[in-house]
């Protein structure tokens, strides 16, 4: 378990506020949930529960990928009338709290790990308002006073898990917490998604563990949808023209737009450059013998403008797939 040295006090103004809510007595939990719930505190609006649930959990240490197919997911699904519930995590978690918040109001649901005098890790504290500017609710099991501990996190992942109608793993390391919440979820009756990943990242190992198992492999927020039987509705339509339209932004522009001003080593290292992530002698291999280490770089610095490529942490390059 992370160090829990990061919470922080959290000042809501709404903490006078919270409810007190059986979950299980109102059937939004099922009653097989272990260990038993109590009714549990709960700061915004209780109707939210209502409507269908889609959980995302995932990895904290996500790559940026994940990410933004959390974002991407969790924002398309709110878009369709789906909120999404997880955990406040850094990572995955969060990504799916900002991704359905950006869709609109009355979209996302964070469990805590610690009662609402606390906000762990401390630097969701922002993020954790925003679920409620928003319309949102948080939910904790735990009395106000209450500060996060190891064993309250795998509590909040049964609570996630009883609350989703199905359950979409991002990215889950060998002892992901997600797998735990996975586990509940699937002797709970609930439908299990996961996203495929490189057979070469460790974070790729729950996901491909699920799928294995039997969970359903889904691409895209639209696969998803159409499999528990819901529509995704128009999200960009064309307005209707107007007498006085604004004259639109023009596009970002990228290399690609000026094939006659582009420089070759942006198409070398493209061609490249993969989904698995390269440090810079193996991409130097898969380039012609004419470039040097200094035209790779080049080129990478291109492609990362262009949003195509991305440097991880550990100096390694991977090609970025936008939405």
Excluded at 97 to 119: E, P, Q, Y
Excluded at 195 to 206: A, D, Q, R, T, V
Excluded at 290 to 304: S, T, V
Aim: positive net charge.
């Amino acid at each position: 378990m992370t160090s829990l040295k990061n919470s922080g006090v959290l000042h809501l103004g709404e903490q006078a506020k919270a409810l007190r809510l059986d979950l299980t007595h109102y059937g939004y939990v099922p009653e097989t949930l272990e260990p038993k719930l109590k009714p549990v505190y709960l700061l915004g609006e209780a109707g939210l529960l209502s409507r269908p649930i889609i959980g995302i959990v995932g990895s904290r240490h996500a790559s940026r990928q994940g990410m933004a197919d959390s974002f991407w997911f969790a924002k398309e699904l709110a878009m369709a009338g789906c909120v999404i519930v997880s955990g406040l995590a850094v990572g995955i978690d969060a990504a799916a709290h900002r991704g359905a918040i950006s869709a609109g109001r009355g979209t996302t649901i964070a469990v805590v790990a610690h009662g609402f005098c606390f906000c762990y890790p401390a630097r969701h504290q922002l993020l954790l308002n925003q679920v409620l500017d928003s319309g949102g609710i948080v939910i904790s099991e735990y009395e106000p006073n209450t500060p996060p501990r190891p064993h309250q996190f795998l509590h909040r992942n049964r609570i996630i898990a009883g609350l989703c109608d199905a359950l979409l793993v991002i990215e889950a390391g060998p002892k992901s917490g997600a797998l735990t919440t996975a586990s509940i979820a699937l002797e709970l009756g609930k439908d299990i998604y996961a996203l495929p990943g490189s057979i070469h990242s460790e974070l790729s190992y729950g996901g491909h563990q699920l799928l294995r198992q039997g969970a359903g492999l889904v691409e895209s927020p639209h696969e998803l949808l159409f499999d528990l039987g819901r529509e995704l509705l128009p999200a960009v339509k064309q307005p209707i023209a107007k007498k006085h339209k604004k004259v639109p932004l023009a596009p970002k522009a990228s290399q690609a737009d000026f094939p006659e001003m582009k420089d070759p080593r942006y198409d070398l290292v493209n061609l490249a450059l993969g989904y698995e992530p390269q440090s810079l002698s193996e991409l130097l291999l898969r380039l012609p013998k004419h470039c040097g280490e200094n035209d790779l770089i080049a080129g990478l610095l291109m492609l990362e403008l262009d949003r195509k490529a991305y440097r991880l942490p550990d100096g390694r390059w991977v090609r970025f797939k936008n939405h």
